[in-house]
Structures are given as structure tokens and as C-alpha cells.
């Protein structure tokens, strides 16, 4: 805990009192002053403190603000004269000057100094409202995980870094996510070593608002571009696990010092785009107090003070978190459901097309990518992958080929397929639903496609419909156009056979025309190569166009007839 003095606030009225009171020559009373709220650092900034707030201003800053108004004397004795030049730490245990150095860290709320147990029973009263509040709203009553969250708080309260993050998503809002970590801001550990901030200091490089800060609490990051959610996510990560920093801001010099960062995202929106790695726990929140003014109102009125902030505190203080590990975390159905949507396409091929089909991975290298690209397009995947690519994740896995005559070919049994995807966890509850719908199935001879069973009926009907089309559109292909006809011949038909004589006595007889039957054929010479079959007694025309061999014919049986009496 930092010392009174540190408390004061610099006043240019007493500073002025001191010099006109003090000796004239040495001016000490004003020197001692002035070193209680400034201090040089190595890095040539100057720390300012004022009501225990620390502040470092640069060299202008100071200058044009504060040195001009001291007087010239005193001025140049600050800038010439201090031999005391301090760097900069943060530790939550030490005081604010050790030996050489500033913590910047102020300190917490509370002192452990005295027992949970004799607090008043109010407060304790208050304490225990809020713990089975983290019990049934941020753990959704299940122990395991609440016991993992106490043990990262009473880690947090004790001074310590964790290297894993609390991230609260729920898409319904009113639920109260950010009532627990309100209450540990003002009334537990101090508005000094806590701050809520946006994405800006996840995406500009001026992260020194962070700097001695034990809990940082990212309310609703926005969503933005890609890069955005990945420059994001990628300084989490890096944050959540860097025992050391380097804290820049836009008018301040960086400097490196200790990161005690614990971190908590509260957010109604998917926040972070690698939330299914092993540095997020994703608690699984209950909405049973949604828009259930009655009951908060009752909490805040109960919990929301000093009193009951520090029996808190000491019950956090006497956890036992001697073994506790951060990444040693139970899996909650959240966290499942990220794993799931995360995990990698080529994973997700893997465990529907092999694994759970019972399949060997036996297959050239090749092979097996050009499979996997047929996949990626039919699921719309953005995730772009050559083939060095998918050998490279695949060896990351321990799926490696070996080459034989020239040839990289994949040989895992199933078994081993397996206990790959266990290690890695490939598998969730819902493997079982969403195998049909991620199978790459035959339809047909050629083309492969990822179908549910009903799909898998309907290609095959319109494979067969597509046949009986094919077979029509090959039957009407128009006859092949026959040789053009360059003579033909005058047909004569045969003579009729006479007609036997009547048995009867005839009374006249009428003798039967002599029939002569012609039949004339014209060959026209023009484009359309027409023959016209003439007949001579009726006068009537037969067009056949061209040259269709089955019509001429027809056209032939028309001409031809027999007259009968």
C-alpha cells in the first residue's frame, strides 16, 4: 500500500509558500516538495503522482506545465541537480519506491489483515448473495466450473497473473454478466487497479492505460474487419500468457515492464475469433435472471458496498489456490460449441470421410487434396489451403506420408486416425447429426457430392431421368441426307390380270378401257433438291424435300394406283 504522503495533492499555492518562507539560499523546503510528487525516470519521463494517482507526462509536459511555474532557480535545480533517476516495475507486493525503482502499481482496496470470519454478518450475508450469483448466472450451476472460477478470482484477488481468460458471451442481454465484475471493480479491489475498456487498445499500438492494471474488463468489443478481429485476437493471446510488455502511448516514450494483466470480456457478440483455443474459458451462462429488476435491485442493494467488498476479499485471500493451474480447466458446453465451429475444415473432412466411416487413410497425397478440395468447395469454406499446406497441418498432427518409389502416400489405419482426433478433439455430441451432411458420397460415375441420404435418392433420380433424356435426344437426331438422286427411271407398272368371263349370259358387254398408267417423275436441280412424282391421269403433285428416302418412297406408293370398274 503506498505511504500518506503519496496521497497529497500538489498545490503551486504551497509550493510558493514554502519558497517565500523557506531559507533563501538552499530552498530546501521547496525541493522536498516537489520530489514527493516528481520523480525522474530512465526512460526521460517524469512520473507524476498526485492523490496517489501515477501518471508519467513527458519532458514538455513538464516543462511548459509545472518546471516554468517553480521559478528559474528551482527549475534548474530539478533538471541538473537530482541524482535520483528511478525505472519503472509493477509488483503488487512491493511499495511504491524500491530501491530504484517505481511500482506503478497502487495497491488494493483492502489489507489482509484481518479474518473473514469476523466480519459482521451482514457483509458475510452479502458475500455469500454474490457467490451463489456466480454460481447460478456465471456458471450456470455447475460446480466444477464454479470452483474454477472462484479459484481464478481469489487468484486474481491475491496479486497473481492468470494466463487464461474469462469470456462471458451470451446473445441475450439483461442477464447481469457484468454485475460480478462491477463489484470487484469498486468494491473489492479499487477503481485504481481496475479499468473497462473497448477494442481501441486491442487495434492501435497505445496500450499504456493497461500498465499496473490487475483486471482489465472488455465491455462489448466491436466486431469489425478481419484483420481487425485478428490483430485482436492475436495480442490476447499474446497478452493473456507475456509476463512482460512493452506499454506505448502517443505522447509517451515505450517502455517495457510487468504485465499483471487478468482479463474478462463480456459480450453479446462473437468477440473473438480463436475463442476455441486453450487460453479462453467460455462459461456457460444461465438467463434465469433476465430483465428481473426485483432481484437485482434486491443484489445491488445487498452486495453493492465497501463492507461486504471486503469480506469478499478475505474470503478470496483464504482460498486455497496452491495448486491451482489456469489451463486446467473442465470443457463447458460453450467451449464445445467454439471448438466445433472452429475447428479447421480439413479436420472436419477428415472425421466425416474417414474416421467416423471406419476408413483407413490409405492414398497418395494428391489423391487425398484433390478430395478435400471437392469438399471445401461443396461447404463454401473461405479457408484457402494448398496442398504443401494440408501436408503441413496434417504432419502438425502427427499424419505424416511416407514416400515409396517416388510417391507421398498417406497409410494410417483407423485406429490411429482416431486417436488423433481424441488428442486434438475432433469430436462433439453432434458428430452424429452432421455426418450425413459433411459425407462425400458417389452420385454416379463422376461427380462426387456432400448429401443427406434424401439427397443422395434425388441425384440418383435425376441421373436416370438425365439418361431417358439423352436416349430421346439420340433418337431425333434428323436421317443422314441421303445421295443426291442424279436418274430415275420411268416406271411401268404390270398389266392387271383380265377379268374372267362372267359365267352368266351378258346381256351387253362392255369392253374395258384400254389403261395405260404413266408415271412421270421430275428431278429439279435447285437448292432444296425436290423430286415432284407427277401423276399423269389425276394431275397431282407429290413434294418430298430433302432427298428423305423413307418419304420418296411413300411419295412413290401415292403415284402408283389401280383403277378399278
Not at 456432400?450 to 439423352?470: D, G, P, Y
Not at 420411268?490 to 349370259?505: A, D, L, R, T, V
Request: a positive charge; hydrophobic letters at 35%.
Amino acid at each position: 500500500m503506498m505511504n500518506d504522503t503519496k496521497q497529497m495533492k500538489f498545490s503551486f499555492t504551497e509550493l510558493k509558500r514554502l519558497i517565500a518562507d523557506g531559507p533563501l539560499k538552499d530552498l530546501q523546503d521547496a525541493k522536498n516538495y516537489i520530489l514527493k510528487f516528481f520523480y525522474p525516470l530512465t526512460n526521460g519521463m517524469i512520473m507524476f503522482v498526485d492523490e496517489g494517482v501515477k501518471k508519467m507526462i513527458s519532458i514538455d509536459v513538464f516543462k511548459t506545465t509545472y518546471a516554468q511555474r517553480f521559478g528559474k532557480d528551482l527549475s534548474k535545480w530539478f533538471s541538473q541537480d537530482t541524482t535520483s533517476i528511478y525505472g519503472i516495475t509493477v509488483d503488487t507486493q512491493k511499495p511504491f519506491i524500491n530501491n530504484d525503482s517505481l511500482n506503478i502499481f497502487h495497491g488494493f482496496k483492502h489489507k489482509n489483515e484481518t479474518k473473514y470470519i469476523d466480519c459482521s454478518e451482514e457483509a458475510k450475508a452479502g458475500a455469500q448473495m454474490m457467490l451463489a450469483f456466480i454460481r447460478d448466472v456465471w456458471c450456470n450451476a455447475n460446480d466444477d466450473s464454479y470452483n474454477y472460477v472462484l479459484n481464478w478470482l481469489s487468484n486474481m484477488i491475491k496479486g497473481n497473473k492468470n494466463n487464461t481468460i474469462l469470456y462471458l458471451k451470451s446473445f441475450v442481454e439483461g442477464i447481469g454478466k457484468s454485475t460480478v465484475t462491477q463489484f470487484l471493480m469498486f468494491h473489492v479491489l479499487g477503481r485504481e487497479i481496475c479499468i473497462e475498456s473497448n477494442s481501441d487498445v486491442l487495434k492501435s499500438s497505445f496500450n499504456e492505460i493497461l500498465a499496473g492494471k490487475l483486471m482489465v474488463i472488455f465491455e462489448e468489443l466491436e466486431n469489425g474487419s478481419d484483420k481487425d478481429w485478428q490483430v485482436m485476437s492475436t495480442k490476447l493471446k499474446r497478452w493473456s500468457t507475456s509476463t512482460e510488455v512493452i506499454y506505448s502511448d502517443k505522447y509517451l516514450k515505450s517502455y517495457e515492464s510487468k504485465n499483471i494483466n487478468n482479463y474478462i470480456i463480456n459480450t453479446n457478440v462473437e468477440a473473438i475469433k480463436a475463442s476455441e483455443g486453450r487460453r479462453y474459458y467460455i462459461l456457460d451462462l444461465s438467463t434465469q435472471y433476465k430483465n428481473n429488476h426485483k432481484f437485482f435491485n434486491k443484489l445491488y442493494k445487498k452486495c453493492f458496498n465497501d463492507e461486504v467488498g471486503q469480506a469478499f476479499y478475505l474470503l478470496m485471500m483464504e482460498r486455497d489456490t496452491a495448486k491451482f493451474n489456469p489451463q486446467n480447466f473442465i470443457e463447458t458446453q460453450a467451449k464445445k460449441i467454439a471448438q466445433s465451429e472452429r475447428l479447421h475444415p480439413l479436420f472436419k473432412f477428415l472425421k466425416f470421410n474417414y474416421i467416423l466411416d471406419g476408413k483407413d487413410l490409405c492414398c497418395l497425397t494428391k489423391d487425398l487434396y484433390e478430395e478435400y478440395l471437392k469438399y471445401a468447395s461443396l461447404i463454401d469454406t473461405s479457408t484457402k489451403l494448398t496442398k504443401n499446406k494440408m501436408i503441413a497441418l496434417f504432419r502438425e498432427h502427427g499424419i505424416d506420408y511416407k514416400t515409396s518409389n517416388g510417391k507421398m502416400t498417406y497409410n494410417l489405419t483407423n485406429a490411429q486416425l482416431r486417436d488423433i482426433g481424441n488428442k486434438y478433439k475432433f469430436f462433439f455430441e453432434d458428430d452424429n447429426e452432421e455426418h450425413d451432411d459433411n459425407r462425400l458420397v458417389e452420385a454416379g460415375a463422376v461427380v462426387k457430392f456432400v448429401m443427406t441420404q434424401n439427397e443422395i435418392k434425388m441425384a440418383a433420380e435425376i441421373e436416370r431421368l438425365n439418361k431417358i433424356i439423352a436416349e430421346l435426344q439420340q433418337n431425333n437426331k434428323p436421317d443422314p441426307e441421303p445421295k443426291k438422286v442424279k436418274k430415275i427411271k420411268f416406271i411401268e407398272p404390270e398389266p392387271e390380270p383380265e377379268p374372267e368371263p362372267e359365267p352368266k349370259k351378258v346381256k351387253k358387254v362392255i369392253e374395258p378401257k384400254k389403261v395405260k398408267k404413266v408415271q412421270k417423275v421430275i428431278v429439279s436441280d435447285d437448292d432444296e433438291e425436290q423430286i415432284i412424282t407427277e401423276n399423269l391421269f389425276t394431275k397431282t403433285k407429290h413434294k418430298v424435300v430433302n432427298n428423305d428416302m423413307k418419304k420418296l418412297n411413300d411419295a412413290f406408293d401415292k403415284a402408283l394406283f389401280k383403277i378399278e370398274f
